[in-house]
T-cell receptor
Framework: SQQGEEDPQALSIQEGENATMNCSYKTSINNLQWYRQNSGRGLVHLILIRSNEREKHSGRLRVTLDTSKKSSSLLITASRAADTASYFCATVSGGFKTIFGAGTRLFVKA | GAVVSQHPSWVICKSGTSVKIECRSLDFQATTMFWYRQFPKQSLMLMATSNEGSKATYEQGVEKDKFLINHASLTLSTLTVTSAHPEDSSFYIC????????????FGDGTRLSIL
């Protein structure tokens, strides 16, 4: 069963703007990951943040984690048309199964 | 980086046919592989966890006899959709976890299955 819920479900922005996606989950986790999926393709891992971390950066990506609120956010700065994709958060509990959120569909208009 | 190869990329077949999908880890060993199903514009739903040399662990609601999983080696897991029907049409994605690196998972490019 899915654990994470993401909002917004879809987001449309202009190139150069920042995009923020949020994810909430229900149970305690070992870590939380963000993935990207281009239409009809597999998933690409973007970034992993562990339960004892609060913020992590990777290039134009910034991820925050608030375990007290069971939520995470993914910020993509200076978005590009090529960032258009679906973005999923995923949680790992007990070091085993990865459960995906519903995803946010991001459209970046050139 | 770690690569997972999934084959075939897409398949169209008649109702009643059994379809086998392969998932291979190309440059690492994977004791655990995962099979997901994804409907259009929806998220990935975990179907089963495939463990090398043992029986797969299926998620609730997934028919074991319908979706046969075999994980015969540390680099290969197969999913066979038996007697497929139109409602089995979906996008199936596998992933594998590297023994040495642990998380995160590495995903195949998926198989689009269309049953006529």
């Amino acid at each position: 069963s899915q654990q994470g819920e993401e909002d917004p479900q879809a987001l449309s922005i202009q190139e150069g703007e920042n995009a923020t996606m949020n994810c909430s989950y229900k149970t305690s986790i070992n870590n939380l990951q963000w993935y990207r999926q281009n239409s009809g393709r597999g998933l690409v891992h973007l970034i992993l943040i562990r339960s004892n971390e609060r913020e992590k950066h990777s290039g134009r990506l910034r991820v925050t984690l608030d375990t007290s609120k069971k939520s995470s956010s993914l910020l993509i700065t200076a978005s590009r048309a090529a960032d258009t994709a679906s973005y999923f958060c995923a949680t790992v509990s007990g070091g085993f199964k990865t459960i995906f959120g519903a995803g946010t569909r991001l459209f970046v208009k050139a | 980086g770690a690569v997972v190869s999934q084959h075939p990329s897409w398949v169209i077949c008649k109702s009643g046919t059994s379809v086998k999908i392969e998932c291979r880890s190309l440059d690492f060993q994977a004791t655990t592989m995962f099979w997901y199903r994804q409907f259009p514009k929806q998220s990935l739903m975990l179907m089963a966890t495939s463990n090398e040399g043992s029986k797969a662990t299926y998620e609730q609601g997934v028919e074991k006899d319908k979706f046969l999983i075999n994980h015969a080696s540390l680099t290969l897991s197969t999913l066979t959709v038996t007697s497929a029907h139109p409602e089995d049409s979906s996008f199936y994605i596998c992933s594998a976890r590297d023994l040495g690196l642990g998380e995160p998972q590495h995903f195949g490019d998926g198989t689009r299955l269309s049953i006529l």
